[in-house]
């Protein structure tokens, strides 16, 4: 990535909407921070945005000062065009719907492009931590302003993309190239709700932290944030902090069970058992296509 910097004129870093602090790659703004920047919170169609403002007062004092709030998974096309863009300068709180090549090319004739200054054309790089929607974007804004298909692919878990591919041809007028790029996680993740956050967002592969582990971290965030649709959902009686009681009733109003050989003192009898392993896949998928409600895990 940084040695594809020298052709790039902004870098637009995505990021999960639902944690829009915890887990941003400070390396990022380590090294690439050269450039003009965007950062575009995705998935909000998962995202508890009613405290937008606070945010982004927050993520100013960061410095970062232009933010982008978008869905480009579920409703592609218009949110790609119409963006809710949000911008700091000078403490001024402004509120404006922006497409998002009028406002690359404004931060990008508003700046110095040094050796680029006689290319016309324009180069992004699109950075951000794994499966936050790098590469469904780059299909959107293609889609938008060439109407083709989509050019980078995606996918549902982290590790799709595996390096810096060429550059990828988004828009005409002007001529904008975008460079998709693999996710990248901090070397470090900083405390364990930090790295939680981040497993049940889908930025880890579910596997190197452990599913029920998960799915119990998913149940106290649900719980704390008072959100309590799964009792409904999963046939509860009522909220509950028993991840294994909530995944037993997961697994039996799902039908999900097992079959488990147990040692008697007349041999060895097979009998059926709930499956909480599939019940804890199915409560964290089900927090992930937004089933639970709508969170702000930050």
Known sequence: ??????????????????????????????????????????????????????????????????????????????????????????????????????????LIETGSRFHR???????????????????????????????????SKVGGEPGITKAVLTKIQVCERPIIHLLDTPGVLPPRIENIETGMKLALCGTILDHLVGEDVIADYLLFSLNRLERFSYVEKYNLEEPSDDIQHVLKCIAVKLGKTKRVKAITGVGNITVQLPDYSAAAYDFIRAFRKGELGKVMLD
């Open 1 to 106: 990535m940084r040695a594809s910097l020298r052709k790039v004129d902004c870098i637009i870093e995505i990021h999960d909407a639902r944690i829009p602090f915890s887990g941003r790659n400070p390396s990022f703004q380590e090294s690439l921070d050269v450039r003009p920047h965007i950062l575009i919170l995705n998935k909000t169609d998962l995202a508890d945005t009613s405290k937008k403002q606070s945010i982004l007062k927050q993520l100013d004092r960061e410095g970062v000062r232009n933010v982008l709030f978008t869905d480009c998974l579920r409703q592609r096309d218009e949110n790609v065009k119409r963006v809710t863009r949000y911008n700091f300068k000078h403490s001024v709180f402004g509120c404006l719907m922006f497409q998002i090549v009028p406002l690359v090319t404004e």
């Open 117 to 151: 200054e006689e290319d016309r054309s324009y180069c992004l790089m699109v950075i951000g931590v794994p499966n936050v929607g790098k590469s469904s974007l780059i299909n959107a804004v293609r889609r938008t302003y060439l109407k083709k298909g989509k050019a």
